[in-house]
């Protein structure tokens, strides 16, 4: 053997030392993944805080996650066809209802859940399973504004010129103009006295904009009376903001957020086991808690003070809507929208 | 026989053997194949899905072209779109080529600072620009607030969601697109054209308009079909600053696309905004030629 030389023996023996002492060196690995997309902001950081450490003490699985909004959800996985980028999902009714409707989610056993006794009946179903509630009403600026009594109040002075709207694109704003809609005689599927309504004050109304941008518009004052979520309102006044959250007169509305299994997932058992742990006691509490304030469905949670109702049979009462039949007049709702409040 | 046919071989051999030499067409070879891969095929696919009636794509027909250039709110839109283009290459070309004038005439330390000012903007994301321009431009933002504290108007000015608000937002982000070309053309110039035309007794308007400018047309036109194609198709801060109340195509496009799922709709009107951005920047490029034609005639 000559120096600086080395044979193909040696290298071979050397590569195999090397590679042997970093498979040794690995560290002990978890049981595998799961990847859930998941709304950006409030929840995937309530998520990353809460639910990703009790996924892994619980089940030893690792919580990844892909920050989506539910209509981008939508969109991803179908255009995936059967290759899913993840492998829960988390919706909105609408956006859930669009996606039975495309077969974009395996079939759900709710029987898998271990936490099911604690659910409330109807909280599953055959595509998924409930996480968490939404209650939407009125949020306004208390020492800019006297309280609101009814929907039929944000189109009135004083509140219509500082009231801050957004269309059809979300499921709060589109349940919003449905309820005000019913108040001047339209209904779930008749949205048409709230385009006759909005047309005598359009020139008064504050601002008409994207729902990403409406926490940072009421935040610097370019309105100070929108219809939000309960959520968004408590998480604006844990920044400081003047906000003030209202039950209309006619009911507060309320949906559900549910979880799904994408179809085409490789890890159907962890998702699973990562519902089974969103909805459970611990984690359901922890995400109730500011500055999450999320609202939970598991019935053992001792409901915090400041939420919309004392108990969660209290639900029932809210105004509920069926995306069933909302989902098909969505797309000509956007369009009158457009058309109407454009300049 | 066998010698004709090796005689008529040979300079074709030597035609292959040429035009499989490396050669610089080869260089971008990579580039051209990524091209193909990520925007060639996409933009067919993109035409292809537009020629389908349904949300689901299954049948193949024009009936979403119909509908979407049928409507004269479409038409509206583009000339909404158009019209928000012109604005702010106007207000960029205004404002930036008094700066790149003043950079002209700096020394080499002052071009050095001005260059970084004109970057800075480039450094942060336009998420955050734009967010920062809700509280600039907000009624109870640092304008609003200097406009009432002078007395200049009783009431906050409406500056947010409306179409000058959107413009002067749209100048500060767009002007580092105008100004990089701009500055280059400029600072390649030869400073002797200048002093020889006022050693001929030209005034420094003169110099200005015969001289300086039409040299740096090109930079200019350049400049001015970045900020068009830019702002044009500048989703976030039309929807950000503008708002619902100022529809463009992009927002169409993102509602068809992601909000109600009809998909060769949204192909549709992407296409339209491509082809309408294409054509403005294609008018860009044509004034440029003819202004610079008639500056050195």
Known sequence: ?343 | MTTATAEIAAPAARRWSAALRPAEWQLVLPLALAYAAFFLVPLVLLILVSFFDDEKITTMGGAQWTKFLGDRFTWKVIADTLKLGVFTVAATSLIGVPVALVYLGASARWQGVILFVVILPLLTSVVVRTFAWIVILGREGVINQTVLWLGLSPAPLRLLQTEHGLVIALTQIEMPLLLLPLLSVMSRMDPNLRDASSALGASKWRTLFRVTLPLSLPGLVAGCMLVFASSTTAFISQLVIGGNRLVYLPLLIWQQSLVVYNWPLASAAALTLLVSVGLGVAAIAAVGRRGHAWALR
């Not at chain 1, 988390?90 to 029987?111: M, N, Q, S």
């Not at chain 1, 055959?126 to 020492?143: D, L, S």
């Not at chain 1, 922890?286 to 004392?310: G, S, T």
Request: proline residues 6%; aromatic residues 10%; contains cysteine.
């Open chain 1, 1 to 343: 053997m000559t120096h600086g030389q080395v044979t193909r023996r040696q290298f071979l023996a050397g590569t195999t030392v090397a590679v042997g002492a970093l498979a040794l060196g690995r560290p002990a690995h978890a049981k595998g993944s799961v990847t859930a997309a998941m709304y950006p902001g409030t929840w995937e950081e309530a998520f990353r805080m809460h639910v990703a450490p009790a996924l892994k003490s619980a089940h030893d699985v690792d919580l990844e996650m892909t920050p989506l909004f539910a209509v981008d959800q939508i969109a991803k996985a179908q255009a995936a066809r059967g290759a899913p980028p993840f492998d829960a999902f988390v919706l909105d009714p609408g956006p859930r209802v669009t996606g039975i409707d495309r077969g974009l989610y395996e079939k759900f056993d709710a029987k898998r859940l271990t936490n099911l006794g604690r659910l409330s009946a109807g909280m599953t179903d055959e595509w998924g399973v409930t996480i968490a509630a939404q209650v939407v009403g009125i949020g306004y600026n208390p020492k800019k504004l006297p309280k609101p009594k009814a929907w039929t109040d944000l189109l009135k002075d004083p509140w219509v010129s500082r009231l801050g709207m957004t269309g059809f694109q979300t499921t709060y704003g589109t349940v919003s103009i449905i309820e005000i809609a019913k108040q001047y005689g339209g209904s779930e599927t008749n949205v048409e006295p709230f385009f006759t309504e909005i047309k005598k004050v359009l020139s008064k109304v504050a601002a008409i904009g994207a729902p990403a941008s409406m926490p940072a518009l009421f935040q610097q004052g370019q309105c100070d009376i929108t219809y939000t979520n309960t959520q968004t309102v408590a998480t604006l006044r844990g920044r400081g903001v003047d906000i003030e959250f209202v039950k209309p007169e006619s009911g507060a509305v309320s949906f559900y957020t549910t979880m799904h299994v994408a179809k085409g997932s490789k890890e159907i058992e962890n998702a699973y086991k990562y519902f089974d742990t969103v909805i459970s006691a611990p984690v359901q509490t922890a995400l109730m808690q500011p500055p999450n304030n999320f609202i939970p469905v598991n019935r053992e949670v001792k409901l915090a003070r400041d939420l919309p109702m004392q108990s969660l049979d209290e639900m029932a009462k809210f105004v509920h809507h069926d995306w069933a039949k909302i989902n098909p007049l969505r797309a000509g709702w956007i369009e009158r929208f457009n058309k109407e409040v454009a300049k």
